[in-house]
């Protein structure tokens, strides 16, 4: 459950600054389908690639956590 809502904020931020999948995982340096697997919720990136994710969107890994309920 909490992986699910990590890759929807993941993935509407990075519509939302313009990046494919593509782009955005090549500048991660991880694959697409570890990407994908990530925004479908299947799998929890680790700090590395949250760090990652935030640096190259231009916001803060706390941005990008899911709002608690």
């Known amino acids: 459950m909490e992986a699910e ?19 955005f995982a090549k500048d991660l340096g991880i694959s697409v389908s570890i990407l994908g697997e990530i925004e479908r919720g299947n799998r929890m990136p680790n700090e590395d690639i949250l760090a990652g994710m935030a640096s190259i969107l231009n916001i803060t890994v706390e941005e990008l956590a899911p709002k608690e309920e």
């Open 5 to 23: 809502k990590w890759g929807r904020r993941i993935r509407a931020f990075r519509k939302l600054k313009g990046y494919t999948q593509e782009s």
